[in-house]
């Protein structure tokens, strides 16, 4: 009887256990936030100037007033994903197009088309498909020869602005969707949303960057060695959770070719995407360029450290 008892209370303390685990699985704010920083130094092109860097964990959501895993980087939380009936661990769980991008054209799901059907599934270097691009009216090279880069030409990727939900093809980085009086770009920046009130949110979990272009009057300048325009970028803290699953990105381009954002990641591991946008000094009509940089952060790996040479060309804009 009282071994009975014993092993009662041992399996009562065990199912305990797992259950705080998955509470913490699933709630990234609940557990202390983890952070990751960096100082980023950009020695830029010849007559070039930085117009826009923004730091993104691409696997933290914001939901009302907390951030939620997103384990596939599809734009939807893994628990939105597990309420709606789909895969938290597949980017088109409908098909060939991204599960964002398929419940903005329908709420239902009910995204698929003849065109979305037999679409081309090869990426972009931002992971985007022409299924994912055609649809939303993406599929331009009005601005940079490639598609699906920055479509509207607002310096916010046309990936971040899915994720974000704001408007791929209109420059609406200046406006202030939700009313609080923070511009969508600010938002997007901060890694709040641009579509839900901040006045509920929790501040310590925003990104906190700041940058700053050094003069050539400053000591920093002369020991860099840096010719142009030099910029130093302070990631003072950028959120990332610790309890996320696994995720195999089923794209072997993706996978093999630096020069495409690859989705795959180990447990426990984010995925940080810095991305750059740098357009031509007055009076030089050089065509905009468009970098990234993906960098993987855990707990044992926490530096964002980056220089320019690291980043890489995503789409040359047209002069
Ligand atoms: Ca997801
Ligand atoms: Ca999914
Ligand atoms: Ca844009
Ligand atoms: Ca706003």
């Given at each position: 009887?009282?071994?009975?008892?014993?092993?009662g209370?041992?399996?009562?303390?065990i199912?305990?256990?797992n259950?705080a685990?998955?509470?913490?699985?699933?709630?990234?704010?609940?557990?202390?936030?983890?952070?990751?920083?960096?100082?980023?130094?950009l020695?830029?092109?010849?007559?070039?100037?930085?117009?826009?860097?923004?730091?993104?964990?691409?696997?933290l959501?914001?939901s009302k007033?907390?951030?939620?895993?997103?384990?596939?980087?599809?734009?939807?939380?893994?628990?939105?994903?597990?309420?709606?009936?789909?895969?938290?661990?597949?980017?088109?769980?409908?098909?060939?197009?991204?599960?964002r991008?398929?419940?903005?054209?329908?709420?239902d799901?009910?995204c698929?088309t003849?065109?979305?059907?037999?679409?081309?599934?090869?990426?972009?270097p931002?992971?985007?498909t022409?299924?994912d691009?055609?649809?939303?009216?993406?599929?331009?090279?009005?601005?940079?020869?490639?598609?699906g880069?920055?479509t509207?030409?607002?310096?916010i990727?046309?990936?971040?602005?899915i994720?974000s939900?704001?408007?791929?093809?209109?420059a609406d980085?200046?406006?202030?969707?939700?009313?609080?009086?923070?511009?969508?770009?600010?938002?997007?920046?901060?890694?709040?949303?641009?579509f839900?009130?901040?006045k509920?949110?929790?501040?310590?979990?925003?990104?906190?960057i700041?940058s700053?272009?050094i003069?050539n009057q400053?000591?920093?300048?002369l020991?860099?060695?840096c010719?142009?325009?030099?910029?130093?970028?302070?990631?003072?803290?950028?959120p990332f959770?610790?309890n996320?699953?696994a995720?195999?990105?089923?794209d072997?381009?993706a996978?093999q070719?630096?020069?495409?954002?690859?989705?795959?990641?180990?447990?426990?591991?984010?995925?940080?995407?810095?991305?750059?946008?740098?357009?031509?000094?007055?009076?030089q009509?050089?065509?905009?360029?468009?970098?990234?940089?993906?960098v993987?952060?855990?707990r044992?790996?926490?530096?964002?450290?980056?220089?320019m040479?690291?980043?890489?060309?995503a789409?040359?804009?047209?002069?």
């Open positions: 009887m009282k071994f009975i008892i014993v092993v209370l041992f399996l009562t303390l199912s305990f256990q259950c685990q998955v509470g913490l699985e699933n709630n990234v704010s609940n557990v202390e936030p983890l952070y990751a920083s960096g100082k980023v130094q020695c830029l092109p010849e007559n070039y100037t930085l117009e826009n860097i923004i730091v993104k964990n691409l696997n959501v914001q007033n907390d951030l939620q895993p997103d384990s596939d980087i599809d734009g939807i939380s893994d628990p939105e994903e597990i309420a709606l009936g789909l895969n938290p661990l597949d980017r088109s769980s409908y098909g060939n197009i991204m599960d991008v398929c419940l903005f054209l329908s709420p799901g009910n698929q003849q065109s979305t059907q037999n679409c081309s599934q090869s990426r972009n931002f992971g985007l022409n299924c691009l055609d649809p939303l009216s993406l599929d331009t090279t009005q601005y940079y020869s490639t598609a880069i920055d509207d030409n607002d310096g990727s046309d990936l971040l602005e994720l939900d704001t408007q791929s093809n209109v980085a200046s406006e202030d969707s939700d009313r609080d009086l923070i511009t969508n770009l600010e938002e997007i920046r901060r890694g709040s949303h641009p839900k009130s901040d509920e949110f929790n501040a310590t979990i925003f990104n906190n700041s700053q272009q003069s400053n000591h920093l300048y020991d860099s060695g010719e142009q325009e030099l910029w130093n970028v302070d990631i003072k803290s950028i959770a610790q996320l699953k995720f195999i990105d089923s072997e381009s996978n070719d630096p020069h495409i954002l690859s989705f795959t990641r180990a447990e426990k591991t984010n995925i940080v995407l810095v991305t750059l946008k740098i357009s031509s000094k007055i009076g009509n050089l065509p905009s360029q468009f970098y990234f940089k993906s993987l952060v855990n044992n790996q926490t530096s964002l450290d980056l220089n040479s690291q980043f890489i060309l789409g040359k804009g047209k002069p």
